[in-house]
């Protein structure tokens, strides 16, 4: 009976993740369609819904391809990874009821992000082509490079809020959102989102005009799915976790149930348009630009913001009761 009611609960956020997956995928050419003065997907379907549908179905009916000197285990094993380490990030977030609860929920976000660098090094590595294992190894160096900066926010966050997990976190915001009480943390942070999704402009992992698609140049049907879907769901993710951290994540606890997830998928919703809006607008990072960017700005902001506000935090602390009245 412990497993039926496992299963079910893991079908409770696996199947809404899929179906946000292949509604964004719709919207974002919608988005960059009208953006363009063109209408984007109408064809399949009324006003075009149905389109992600049709894009998914004819994935998984096309020939899964393998290049004649690639790994194959790693190769197959790659995108499974990938793609199992975005759904197991969908567990822990704390929206109703989490599959996963977790007193150190943000510490485990964090750790498990990171093993995402293993599969797109590996996907890129088993190919055994040149410009794969290029796009692999600019991945692996994009996606570490700004995790640094994004741990610092995270401890200022904690700093902050007094604890490492999510709702905590979330729940401490009842009187101001952190993202507008740190608004130049919450710009880092929302700019290293991009980069860590690999969202343009900081597609460097694709650059169609140098590397082919970087990583995943050389998958195809099903494994190459895995890769999208997984790709769009950490975007998702991540504007969630957003959310979660700098703008009071949901609605008060005391409002209906409904009321309050509306709350938190408004505030999302806002987040990835801001994502399509910012790829229809910027052009393609220069590589060597994207690591200054990180390494030589916000790296020593953000570390110089974690110092500044922690003072802040002690002094504050250290006045007496009805100083500051």
Do not use: H
């Not at 997956?21 to 369609?33: D, N, P, Q």
């Not at 938190?264 to 790829?279: A, D, G, H, M």
């Amino acid at each position: 009976m412990w497993n039926i009611v496992l299963f079910i609960n893991s079908l409770g956020f696996i199947v809404p993740v899929l179906l946000a997956v292949a509604l964004l995928t719709l919207i974002e050419r919608k988005v960059l369609g009208y953006m363009q003065l063109r209408k984007g997907p109408n064809i399949v379907g009324p006003y075009g819904l149905l389109q992600p549908i049709a894009d998914g179905f004819k994935l998984l009916i096309k020939e899964t391809l393998k290049p004649s000197n690639a790994s194959p285990l790693l190769f197959y094993f790659s995108p499974v990874l990938f793609f199992f380490l975005s759904i197991l990030l969908w567990s822990i977030i704390p929206v109703g009821s989490s599959a996963l609860n977790f007193n150190l929920s943000l510490i485990l976000i964090l750790g498990l992000s990171s093993l995402s660098v293993y599969s797109l090094l590996g996907s890129g590595w088993s190919s055994n082509s040149n410009y794969s294992f290029l796009g692999g190894v600019r991945a692996v160096a994009q996606t570490i490079s700004y995790e640094i900066s994004l741990g610092l926010i995270l401890l200022t966050v904690v700093v902050f809020s007094g604890g490492f997990n999510v709702g905590v976190i979330s729940s401490s915001q009842s009187d101001c959102w952190l993202g507008i009480c740190c608004f130049p943390l919450f710009c880092i942070w929302f700019i290293s989102t991009l980069a860590e999704t690999n969202r343009a402009p900081f597609d460097l992992t694709e650059g169609e005009s140098e590397i082919v698609s970087g990583y995943n140049v050389e998958y195809a049907g099903g494994p190459f799915a895995l890769f999208f879907i997984a790709e769009y769901a950490n975007i998702i993710f991540m504007n969630l976790f957003s959310v979660l951290l700098f703008l009071g994540g949901s609605l008060p606890l005391e409002l209906v149930f409904p009321l309050n997830i509306v709350g938190l998928v408004l505030k999302t919703v806002v987040l990835v348009v801001s994502f399509l809006w910012i790829r229809a607008s910027y052009p393609r990072f220069r590589y060597d630009q994207l690591m200054y960017l990180t390494w030589k700005k916000y790296l020593p902001l953000s570390l110089g913001l974690l110092v500044f506000y922690s003072f802040l935090l002690s002094v504050s602390n250290g006045l007496p009761s009805g100083f500051l009245d």
